[in-house]
């Protein structure tokens, strides 16, 4: 029998500074997320980021709350409710940090009789601290407690047709209401090496821009060079014109060089060279979080007015739209009933 888990990043379980530790404590020790030696991540994880963040962290999280809980978590219950409604396989929701998490999923379909399984990362483009530790861990788990079971994995879809269709309705549906002079794609940042270790050519990747253009089988797993095809098929869709849009990335921590340029930066700039109106659009996230409904409609929402920006437009993500809820299901549908291997690309 075949089922699918949809796994999302995760959240903490409220926004008590405790709450926030823990799941910290889970994000920031996986070894794909920061990825140095153990003794090394242990003594900055828990001998500095834990003593000084979850505090912080608490109160961004206490900004973006929702009555009904963790704003990741409830959209992302509401798209697994709409993709199961719409599908003839059962559905389950894991989380790769916090609950529930991706063990207790696997079980959930293991108990529904589920021997082959689709896994299905929320993330469309491909990075070490997004997709490949979730599949990692899956396979660990399956080892372990499932051996039973067979795993599909649907790729990145960054540039699937229906991913950019979808996506680049979400995006003009709030252009049209919006006179805009310049349109920023702000993708998570990662820092540099996890580029350079995910080129499984050892000799493509330079980070410059120059290799994301060349074509190379390092790019099924280039992070960077993903972001810019998302940002580059949008574009094409919505026929947006060159100068009236651009890319950065967000999230950077730490002291080492991140993916360039920087979104806060960016937005300064652009507030400084006389853009008055700025739409912002995050498109390594599937559902609202921290990262978009903080860092970008609060955070840069701030620093673009402060540099002399007059109006400011957020572009959530795709959320539980109904024609996101459509693609998914009809991906699903096409693995489930033609035996055939899942391609989104």
């Known amino acids: 029998m075949k089922g699918v888990l949809m796994v999302n990043l995760g959240s903490p379980k409220s926004t008590d500074p405790k709450d926030v530790k823990t799941y910290l404590g889970e994000f920031l020790m996986d070894e794909r997320v920061i990825d140095v030696p153990k003794l090394l991540r242990t003594i900055l994880v828990k001998g500095i980021v834990l003593n000084t963040r979850p505090k912080k962290s608490a109160e961004?999280?206490?900004?973006?709350?929702?009555d009904e809980g963790s704003p990741l978590i409830v959209l992302s219950e509401r798209l697994q409710k709409g993709v199961d409604e719409k599908t003839s396989v059962p559905i389950a929701l894991a989380m790769r940090y916090g609950q529930p998490d991706i063990k207790s999923g696997l079980q959930e379909l293991h108990d529904k009789g589920v021997d082959?399984?689709?896994?299905?990362?929320?993330?469309?483009?491909f990075a070490m601290a997004t997709t490949e530790t979730i599949l990692v861990l899956a396979e660990e788990l399956r080892r372990e407690h499932f051996p039973e079971m067979s795993f599909t994995t649907l790729p990145p879809f960054y540039n699937h047709p229906d991913y950019v269709t979808v996506l680049s309705r979400s995006i003009g549906e709030k252009l049209d209401e919006f006179d805009y002079d310049h349109l920023l794609f702000s993708y998570h940042g990662v820092p540099e090496r996890h580029i350079r270790k995910s080129d499984i050519t050892n000799s493509h990747c330079k980070v410059d821009g120059s290799c994301c253009q060349t074509p190379s089988k390092a790019h099924q797993f280039c992070y960077r060079h993903q972001c810019f095809e998302t940002t580059r098929g949008v574009a094409k869709t919505l026929g947006l014109k060159e100068g009236t849009y651009s890319t950065s990335f967000q999230s950077r921590l730490g002291f080492d060089p991140w993916l360039k340029p920087y979104t806060d930066r960016t937005v300064e700039k652009l507030g400084l060279e006389g853009t008055k109106k700025l739409a912002i659009v995050s498109p390594a996230f599937v559902s609202d979080c921290l990262e978009t409904l903080e860092e970008i409609n609060m955070e840069a929402r701030e620093i673009f007015e402060e540099s002399g920006g007059e109006d400011f437009m957020f572009i959530p993500c795709l959320n539980d739209r109904e024609d996101w809820v459509k693609t998914l299901s009809r991906w699903i549908d096409e693995w489930a009933h033609q035996n055939k291997e899942v391609k989104a690309s």
């Open 60 to 66: 961004a999280y206490s900004k973006i709350w929702w």
């Open 116 to 125: 082959e399984v689709l896994l299905m990362p929320l993330y469309p483009q």
